[in-house]
């Protein structure tokens, strides 16, 4: 295994498999043409044809189209199309989330293969040892990636949170950190990629954090995802990453820039420029006929 084996895992998809969905010469989302199918339910909204599907429908203003789309989503999720509502929304968009069309459970995103927006924190301490890292471990009856390696703290970004205020809110519900001491996370970039996943697409932006702890900060978990923390060498993280497959897939991109950031893989690594690279895998977009990294 490789670092360069886990972008790729997270970047696994083919453009070939999807359909674009548009939004007035927006490309908002990929649909599995099963997915499409389901649209067909909904002619008076959606035009499906077997290139693309185009929301010809949808009403003018971007409220309306979030009600038409709670609306069918709901009947989605008693059909059993897709598994559940989490109640969290998420920006529909063809770029970035201050060009947000309308809004959808975050559930819903991958159905629709539509961009998703979350923030990653690396806790790290520096000790008279080197650099230490908190890594959480995920609860059992987690939905997604139960009892894998996490970050200290990562979330989703909901469409109604600026960064700074859901980054204090994830800090306080997933490691007991404080707004004072949550201020103090550095914002370092983003990580894209995109996954073909059992859910659908997930054309994803991960914002990155770095987040100097003091030696006796202990972090705690209030919302039941962690079942605990542990404080590890640097270097174990960097092992972990490479050789097993214990994190939670999305959380290596983001450790992987961590360790490129803070010299801990050198630039004389073969792979060095491709792993930069594939950290800003291109999403989907209108006119982009982007490829994937590995199919």
Not at 8 to 21: E, K, S
Not at 155 to 170: F, I, M, V, Y
Request: aromatic content about 8%.
């Amino acid at each position: 295994m490789s670092f360069l084996d886990k972008i790729h895992a997270c970047n696994r998809w083919n453009p070939a498999d999807f359909l674009p969905l548009w939004l007035n010469g927006e490309r908002i989302g990929s649909l599995r043409p099963s997915a499409a199918d389901q649209l067909r339910r909904w002619p008076d909204q959606f035009d499906v044809t077997p290139d693309a599907v185009d929301w010809h429908g949808a009403p003018t203003d971007g409220a309306g189209r979030t009600v038409v789309l709670a609306e069918l989503v709901e009947c989605l999720v008693v059909d059993g199309v897709i598994s559940h509502r989490h109640g969290e929304l998420y920006p529909v968009t063809a770029s970035t989330r201050e060009q947000t069309r309308c809004l959808v459970d975050r559930a819903a995103a991958p159905f629709f293969g539509m961009r998703a927006f979350g923030q990653h924190v690396n806790g790290f301490v520096r000790t008279m040892h080197g650099i230490e890292m908190w890594i959480g471990r995920r609860a059992a009856d987690r939905r997604h990636y139960p009892a894998c390696l996490d970050h200290l703290v990562a979330g989703g970004l909901p469409a109604t949170l600026s960064l700074a205020d859901n980054l204090r809110k994830e800090c306080a519900e997933e490691a007991g950190i404080r707004p004072d001491l949550a201020d103090r996370a550095v914002a370092v970039g983003a990580v894209t990629y995109c996954h073909d996943s059992v859910r659908g697409l997930k054309p994803d932006v991960m914002y990155c954090y770095d987040l100097e702890l003091p030696e006796d900060f202990e972090p705690r978990c209030t919302d039941g995802e962690v079942e605990r923390f542990d404080r590890l060498p640097v270097a174990e993280v960097r092992e972990l990453v490479r050789d097993t497959g214990a994190f939670k897939l999305n959380c290596n991109l983001v450790i992987i820039d961590f360790l490129i950031r803070h010299g801990l893989i050198p630039q004389e690594d073969p792979d060095y420029l491709t792993l930069i690279r594939g950290l800003h895998a291109p999403l989907p977009e209108s006119g982009n006929d982007a490829r994937s990294l590995s199919k």
